[in-house]
């Protein structure tokens, strides 16, 4: 035993919707006692870094109805059943933006909120950004595109127009990579 | 009318547990159709990253149930009802950790996952702290500090040892930090 390690006793699946599936777990703690532990489950995501000719960050500005404001982001998306990260990374860009790109790395994955939820985020990065054609939206998803210099983005990090974990990061990854270049 | 905004058309709760409060909702999007919407309702959190007098980043070893896996994170915890964020920051990080500290400022805030949850993170920095005491931790937590400098922050990040959105972000702005200084 590490003295960390929960063991699981129970689970009881409370729902299940389009995004979120939720289950209710009874858990044996590291000491001996009994604990629930709620637990999100999802899909998983992806989201693009994409900079384009002119070294700019695609951004979609979107409404986000649990946060019932609008926001730029990264564009990303969940992943869909069976789905290969890096497929899912290149549908969700040409969905998005309308661009493909001739290449395309995977940077980072990580949890969005391990307490609750085994949302994981993979994320990755384009520079070679090939063409433009239309979005391909799904039925209920409304977003605008923009282009933003990494001076924009800070600012927009900064009062709160990007407001999110994965676009926070794509910030903090821009301004590592401009002072390294 | 923004083209982008949706609205509320009835919610439905459908869990109210400890962390998670689930609401399914009717909305009316943009273009004048109903889709529904999952949210995960969340009290907001806090997450400091404290560098000691060595230079080193405390972290926390624990184990995360709904990943099945032990992660390194840095302090963080869930805000008390009505309890202000900077005493919860100050408040987890002598709860986690066993340190005070004289000093701390907010450096950033951002939305774990703005898809399906308003779960705000607020990230707290310092770098006096000034008292070892002893962990006070929650009769259902379990976790073990250590304190890594830079570099092994970065391989850490690498192998997925630190692997959720908020360490991420610590170990970025850690780097942005030592390149600036």
């Not at 590490?2 to 590291?30: A, C, M, N």
């Not at 549908?91 to 493909?100: H, M």
């Not at 990580?110 to 384009?126: A, M, N, Q, R, V």
């Amino acid at each position: 035993m590490d003295g960390l390690t929960e063991k699981k006793k129970s689970s009881q699946e409370l729902f299940k919707g389009r995004i979120v599936h939720l289950f209710l777990d009874k858990v044996l703690l590291p000491n001996g006692q009994e604990s629930t532990r709620e637990v999100v489950k999802h899909p998983g995501a992806v989201a693009i870094i994409a900079v384009d000719e002119d070294g700019k960050l695609l951004l979609v500005r979107q409404y986000r109805y649990p946060l019932d404001s609008i926001i730029f982001e990264i564009p990303a998306g969940k992943l869909e059943p069976g789905e290969d990260p890096d497929d899912s990374a290149r549908r969700e860009l040409e969905e998005e933006t309308g661009y493909q790109c001739r290449e395309m790395k995977k940077i980072a994955s990580f949890y969005s909120s391990p307490g609750f939820s085994d949302e994981l985020l993979h994320i990755y990065f384009t520079d070679s950004l090939i063409k433009k054609g239309e979005q391909h939206l799904d039925q209920d998803e409304f977003l605008e595109v923009r282009a933003v210099d990494l001076e924009e983005a800070i600012r927009m990090a900064e009062d709160h127009r990007i407001y999110d974990a994965k676009s926070i990061y794509a910030v903090q990854f821009m301004q590592l990579r401009a002072l390294r270049h």
